[in-house]
């Protein structure tokens, strides 16, 4: 709490002190009373502020009080949307009848992925009780997904900048990122490509049916209704003609979306599946638009979530819902290196939770990394440098052995130059003294510098980490224990709190040769879910699979299963691939492993190595597609790219299809 | 309610004119400027009126010399000057006046305190975030030590308020008089066999730290009473860890290491 200018004045006051009342008075010096006045003066006024300082930080800061709200143009909301811009009000307040603060900084802390656009996001200055602050500031949203915000930062100091204080003003609020609105034809409200909307309320069915809107005029058969006969078209044609009205009878699609591991990889807004929330999201309205019926199916390597096609304003803001939490998932691995997560996390706890990581309540032993490093034998793939290191302790031994010979060499020589005939004595002395600090410094100084001082303070870190987790999600006691010595489970934890967070971390690809993220189990759960989907269809339905599978060509059986049994109900199913950004679109049929593998992005700079991979990756990348195509067009099976062309429109298109008369005459 | 102004910050780079670096741009910090050329010329004279003759001008040198540099040590330097003033051996004899100790004990206390919160408002008022001091280029020789503009935090000097020198001005010569009578009370005789100032120092250190006990440990359980659930269960946790660390560590080790067994057998099948 006191800074360098606090501690500094608090030593010239004690000395000042200690010379006033320890030093012997002298007749000669009167101005020792003076001095020893001057001292407790000072004194008494540091030591007042000191306490008065320490009665505002214990007492009084935690009393501050945050309440958020976040507006748009017409007034506060709930529920965000992507692409558009909010403003936030954050106000702070003391209750009153109490201790003001003389100065204090409040800085907002602004969540991750949200740009801000204009206004402040910090205050500074004194806050009286009884009265709010305000800060104010407008935000522009991410991508779909979630917006988390933390809480304030806070700092205060006296006037005089000899006490200091750093919190955090924890007032978490989530809010959802809905993904943006489209129109009926399912492009935003501003992009209009075809002039064809529909009348709100009337939708076109191209079946026969018994709506009211005319659909065609064909022969009259006996058994007509009456009612339906076109009388001026008969007589003009001199026979008796009928009108056939469109089916009001709705078309069902039903959204299977892919949320596993695999479509999470890449930055919030950028990766695939933001690509597939959006193309998801952007069928569901318009398609609610058109007073469709839209189910929604999200599924991952473990479990499905069904959701029946429905077609009313709450079930679209149901299915809204549900793709931007999906839309915020974040992957995780149990193959993640700790050390790469660690640092991150620990930055993070520092100035979000400071109170929990404070050395009276999470203390972290000197001692510990020394005496109890972490063996080789519980790391996964343990290197030379993890083996010494779990030996630390006998290093240190071998160290301080080899330390205490050479010291014995070196002062054995010393005695021997001491007593050389002609050897100044005096010089001996001072020698010995800088030799000996010399020694000092080598035996109690270099070895905190020597051996391993990264990982000690990561072990520290680990410590309070582990505390702080344990007690987070439900642990302890016996977790913090379990983090600290067991690697997997503490990278499992740290990436949950790191996305619960929603703070952006890197992970390993690889382990060996093995891509970590390809989910191979997610085909069974998806093929279960539209055997599930078709089991409870009705009439010819579309299911359209928003499925990334490019990997898993060889393991598509049970899903071909699955689409097999779909057809024979006749219902349609259509497959959107997301494409990886930067690579280009797969060109026609039957040009594989011709991609040239141009650069996109980097200009066509990369060289060697760097240009065969990915050529080769651009070539593998397409080849699996043309394969997953040719596997499902032999049941006609459309399979469109998602970076190609507009596939909402694509998938609408195909469910006005649904609706093309059969006639059978 | 107040509300969020964008943050001015009154760049003063060390090219600038001396006017500007001693705070007479026209800002309210110019009052604390003031207090301090005030406090070292009253200190001055309370030392020559003690017949400290040449040392007299040791205070006010320091004095200057921190107000032209900002330097942050200037105050305790000060105060040791002036310790320094009052150990000089007299030889013709030395006007002991109470009323000059309490005017030379305000004086300084003034300078004190004005320096510290000039140096608050022109330099700095947080400590350096060394995270990003780090991330700086380093600019010269120490530049480690230095604060560099982009971790600067000042404190406004519209926050500046005449209250407060007001409430400064009234509170020194009270701070003057609580010194002397805490050095009247201090007791020299009913020790127990030790010199008497020696006595006298013990009790003031004794005093001191049963105070300084009393007052931790209030604020210490007063921050435990209002612990919240997340903050108590860490409290103990951490304690059940302290104590039972040893099993603990063997447990989970053991644990750890046949998981990994386990996984690698897998992986080998």
Redesign the interface.
């Known amino acids: 709490m006191l800074t360098s200018r606090g501690w500094w004045l608090l030593l010239i006051l004690l000395a000042v002190l200690g010379l006033a009342m320890l030093v012997p008075p002298k007749q000669e010096v009167p101005g020792r009373q003076t001095m020893a006045i001057l001292g407790l003066t000072v004194l008494l006024w540091f030591l007042f502020e000191w306490l008065l300082f320490a009665i505002r930080v214990r007492m009084i800061v935690p009393l501050l009080r945050v309440r958020r709200e976040v507006w748009d143009e017409r007034g506060p909301v709930e529920t965000l949307w992507a692409g558009r811009n909010f403003l936030v009000h954050a106000r702070v307040g003391l209750p009153s009848g109490i201790l003001g603060l003389p100065y204090i900084l409040l800085t907002d802390f602004r969540p991750f992925g949200v740009e801000e656009e204009t206004g402040e996001t910090r205050y500074e200055g004194s806050m009286a009780a009884g009265h709010d602050l305000e800060i104010r500031y407008s935000i522009q949203c991410p991508p779909p997904g979630q917006v988390r915000f933390e809480g304030l930062k806070i700092q205060v100091a006296d006037k005089q900048g000899l006490f200091y204080h750093v919190g955090f003003l924890s007032s978490v609020e989530v809010y959802r990122v809905l993904p943006p609105l489209v129109d009926v034809e399912g492009h935003a409200p501003d992009v209009k490509r075809h002039n064809l909307l529909p009348p709100p309320g009337i939708h076109r069915l191209r079946r026969p049916g018994s709506g009211s809107e005319l659909l065609d005029l064909r022969d009259y058969i006996p058994g007509d209704p009456p009612r339906t006969i076109a009388w001026k078209v008969s007589a003009r044609r001199d026979r008796l003609i009928t009108k056939e009205f469109e089916s009001e009878v709705p078309v069902r699609c039903t959204l299977f979306v892919d949320t596993s591991n695999s479509v999470r990889l890449g930055s919030s807004g950028q990766n695939a599946l933001s690509r597939l929330v959006e193309i998801a999201a952007g069928v569901a309205q318009a398609a609610a638009g058109a007073h469709d019926l839209t189910g929604l199916c999200l599924f991952d390597e473990h479990a499905a979530n069904y959701i029946r096609p429905a077609r009313n304003s709450g079930h679209l803001i149901k299915m809204l819902n549900l793709l931007a939490d999906a839309a915020g998932l974040t992957p995780t691995t149990g193959k993640a290196s700790v050390a790469g997560l660690l640092p991150q996390a620990y930055s993070f706890a520092q100035e979000v939770y400071p109170h929990l990581l404070r050395r009276d309540m999470n203390r972290a032993p000197f001692w510990l990394p020394w005496l109890w490093p972490q063996p080789a034998y519980t790391l996964r793939k343990p290197t030379l440098a993890d083996r010494v290191y779990s030996r630390l302790l006998l290093v240190m031994v071998v160290y301080a052995v080899g330390g205490f010979i050479l010291t014995a060499i070196i002062l054995l020589g010393l005695l021997n130059w001491a007593g050389a005939p002609g050897m100044d004595q005096g010089m001996v002395l001072p020698i010995a003294g800088v030799i000996g600090l010399a020694l000092v410094a080598n035996f109690f100084l270099l070895p905190t510098f020597m051996f391993f001082p990264k990982r000690r303070r990561q072990f520290r870190w680990r410590k309070q980490l582990a505390a702080l987790l344990s007690a987070r999600y439900g642990l302890a006691p016996g977790g913090l224990g379990l983090l600290l010595e067991d690697d997997e489970q503490l990278s499992l934890h740290l990436q949950k709190f790191l996305s619960e967070h929603q703070v952006p971390y890197t992970l390993p690809l690889y382990e060996g040769p093995r891509y970590l993220f390809a989910a191979p189990e997610k085909v069974d759960v998806l093929a279960k879910s539209l055997l599930r989907a078709v089991g409870k269809g009705h009439d010819n339905e579309l299911f359209v699979l928003l499925a990334d599978v490019l990997e898993l060509s060889d393991r598509l059986d049970p899903l071909l299963r699955a689409v097999k049994v779909a057809l024979s109900r006749h219902h349609r199913v259509m497959v959107i691939c997301p494409w990886p950004l930067g690579m280009p679109v797969p060109g026609k049929p039957g040009a594989k492993g011709k991609a040239k593998g141009k650069a996109q992005g980097g200009g066509g700079k990369a060289k060697g190595l760097e240009k065969v991979l990915r050529q080769a990756t651009i070539a593998r990348y397409h080849w699996a597609y043309h394969q997953l195509r040719r596997s499902l067009a032999r049941l006609q099976v459309p399979v469109v790219c998602a970076a190609s062309g507009d596939p909402v429109r694509l998938i609408l298109d195909r469910m006005d299809q649904l609706r093309t008369v059969r006639r059978y005459r | 309610?107040?509300?969020?102004?964008?943050?001015k910050k009154t760049e003063k780079s060390a090219a600038s004119p001396l006017w500007e670096r001693l705070g007479w741009g026209g800002g309210p910090g110019v009052y604390y400027l003031v207090v301090c050329l005030a406090s070292l010329a009253l200190i001055f004279l309370v030392l020559a009126e003690?017949q400290a003759g040449s040392w007299s001008l040791l205070p006010i040198g320091v004095g200057l010399i921190g107000l032209l540099t900002r330097w942050?040590?200037a105050?305790?330097?000060l105060?040791?000057a002036?310790?320094v003033?009052?150990?000089?051996?007299?030889r013709f004899g030395?006007l002991?006046s109470p009323f000059m100790?309490v005017l030379?004990?305000?004086a300084?206390?003034a300078f004190?305190?004005a320096q510290?919160?000039l140096?608050?408002v022109q330099g700095?008022?947080?400590?350096a975030d060394q995270?990003r001091q780090d991330g700086q280029k380093s600019q010269g020789l120490f530049s480690r030590w230095r604060h560099n503009e982009g971790t600067r935090?000042r404190?406004?000097e519209s926050?500046v308020t005449p209250g407060?020198i007001g409430l400064l001005a009234l509170s020194l010569p009270i701070?003057?008089l609580?010194?002397?009578m805490?050095?009247g009370w201090l007791p020299l005789n009913y020790n127990i066999g030790f010199?008497p100032?020696?006595w006298?120092?013990m009790v003031?250190a004794w005093a001191m730290g049963v105070a300084l006990l009393v007052?931790a440990g209030f604020?210490?359980y007063?921050?435990q009473r209002?612990f919240t659930s997340?903050?108590a269960?860490?409290?103990?946790?951490?304690m059940?860890?302290?104590e039972?660390?040893r099993e603990?560590?063997r447990?989970?080790?053991w644990?750890?290491?046949f998981?990994?067994r386990r996984?690698r057998r897998r992986e080998r099948w």
Not at chain 2, 124 to 127: A, D, K, L, N
Not at chain 2, 233 to 238: F, S
């Open positions: 309610m107040k509300k969020s102004e964008p943050h003690k942050s040590s105050p305790a330097m105060l040791l002036v310790t003033c009052l150990n000089v051996p007299v030395r002991a100790d030379l004990c305000a300084t206390l004190v305190v510290y919160r140096q608050c700095y008022i947080f400590p995270r935090q404190r406004a926050l407060e701070w003057a609580l010194g002397m805490v050095w010199l100032w020696v006298r120092a003031f007052a604020f210490d007063w921050r209002h997340l903050e269960t860490v409290y103990l946790q951490d059940f860890w302290h039972t660390r603990q560590r447990l989970n080790r644990g750890a290491w998981r990994l996984q």
